[in-house]
C-alpha cells in the first residue's frame, strides 16, 4: 500500500511539473500580440488595427483574439480600423474578481468602458459564438455606441441540456483543482485536435488551426477554469437576456452557419432574427460553427453594410456554398 501511495504521489508531482512547464512554454510561443488597457481594475489584452469606421471584434469559448487575427482581421483593417480583444481570462486578458465575470452583460460592459477609453467611438459589433452573447448584451445595453451589430454564429438562447462533463469537474471543491493542475493539460492534448475537426464541421479545419491561435493557452488552469465558468453559467445567463431582445435598436445582420454542430442555426439564430425587428438573418447553407474561415467574404460583405450605414435586407438570405448570395426562404 505504501509503495503504491509513493507511486501515485511521485506521478501526479511529475504531472504538476509538467503542467508547469507548459504554461511557461505556451506563453512564450504564444505572447501578446498587442497591448493592454486596465478598466475597472481588470487589464484587456487588445490588437488595434487599420483606420477607418471601427469594427470591434469579440471572441467565443475555448479561444483568443488570435481566432480572429487568423481570419477576418487583416483584410477588415484595409478599411477600418479594428479592436480585437480577448475576453476576460482568455488568451492574455485579466479574469479579475469582478462579481458575476462569467456574465456576458458584464463582459460587455468591461468591453465597452475599454472601447470608450480607447476613444473609438461608434462601431459595428461582431460576435462569435459565446462572443455572440456579448455582443447582444452590449446592444442591449450600450446601443448608442453602436452603427451595426452582427452576432455571428451566435449562442444567443438556453439550449436544452447541459454542458460537457469538464466544465462541471473543474468547478468541484479539491477535484476540480486537483484535475486543473495535474491531468488537464495531458488530457486537452489528446482531446483538441477531435474539438477542432467537430467546431469546424462539416467544413474541413484548415491545417495548424490549433497551433495559428495558440489554442493551448487554453489549457493553462486559470484560463480553462475561467472558460469553464463561462460556458456552465451561460444557459441561465441567457434566459434572463434573451426576454430583452425585442428591445434592440441596432441595425443587426446575424450570420449562421446551417451545419452548425456547436450551436444550433434553428435554435439561436432563427429566434434572434424573429425577435429583433428589421434584422437580416444570412443562413450559410452546408457551413458549420466557423464562418469567417469557411465564409469569409460573407461575413466581411455584412460587416462593411453595416459600416457603411446600409439598412439590413428584410427577410432571410440563404448562401449556398459557392454561390453568390440570393434571397429565400428559410427551410
Known amino acids: ?28 510561443r504564444y505572447p501578446p500580440l498587442g497591448a493592454f488597457v486596465e478598466v475597472e481594475g481588470t487589464r484587456l489584452h487588445y490588437v488595434d ?15 483568443n483574439m488570435r481566432d480572429y487575427a487568423n481570419s477576418i482581421l487583416d483584410d477588415l483593417a484595409r478599411t477600418h480600423r479594428v479592436i480585437a480583444f480577448d475576453r476576460p481570462g482568455h488568451g492574455w486578458s485579466e479574469r479579475s474578481g469582478i462579481d458575476d465575470i462569467h456574465d456576458p452583460a458584464v463582459q460587455a460592459r468591461l468591453i465597452n468602458a475599454a472601447v470608450r477609453k480607447l476613444g473609438v467611438g461608434r462601431h459595428v459589433l461582431v460576435g462569435h459564438s459565446w462572443g455572440g452573447a456579448v455582443a447582444m448584451a452590449y446592444a442591449l445595453d450600450y446601443p448608442d455606441d ?67 491561435i495558440g489554442l493551448d493557452l487554453l489549457f493553462r488552469p486559470t484560463t480553462f477554469a475561467a472558460n469553464s465558468q463561462d460556458v456552465r453559467n451561460l444557459k441561465a445567463a441567457l434566459a434572463r ?8 435598436d441596432v441595425p443587426t445582420i446575424i450570420i449562421h452557419g446551417g451545419g452548425d454542430r456547436s450551436v444550433s442555426f434553428k435554435l439561436h439564430s432563427v429566434p434572434l432574427h424573429e425577435a429583433i425587428a428589421g434584422s437580416e438573418l444570412i443562413r450559410l447553407r452546408g457551413t458549420g460553427h466557423m464562418p469567417h474561415y469557411a465564409a469569409p467574404e460573407h461575413v466581411l460583405d455584412a460587416i462593411g453594410r453595416l459600416a457603411r450605414g446600409e439598412a439590413p435586407r428584410s427577410g432571410i438570405t440563404v448562401v449556398e456554398k459557392g454561390a453568390p448570395l440570393q434571397v429565400a426562404a428559410a427551410d
Open 1 to 28: 500500500m505504501g509503495i503504491t501511495l509513493l507511486v501515485l504521489a511521485a506521478a501526479f508531482g511529475g504531472l504538476y511539473a509538467y503542467t508547469l512547464w507548459f504554461v511557461n512554454q505556451t506563453e512564450e
Open 241 to 248: 437576456q434573451s426576454e430583452r431582445y425585442g428591445d434592440v
Open 49 to 63: 488595427k487599420g483606420e477607418g469606421v471601427p469594427v470591434v471584434l469579440v471572441h467565443g469559448a475555448s479561444g
Open 146 to 212: 453602436l452603427i451595426g451589430l452582427v452576432p455571428m454564429s451566435g449562442a444567443t438562447h438556453p439550449w436544452p441540456g447541459g454542458v460537457a462533463w469538464y466544465h462541471d469537474l473543474v468547478h468541484t471543491p479539491v477535484v476540480g483543482g486537483f484535475f486543473l493542475r495535474t491531468l488537464m493539460v495531458p488530457v486537452g492534448q489528446q482531446l483538441k485536435g477531435a474539438g477542432v475537426v467537430g467546431n469546424f464541421a462539416p467544413d474541413e479545419a484548415p491545417e495548424g488551426f490549433a497551433d495559428a
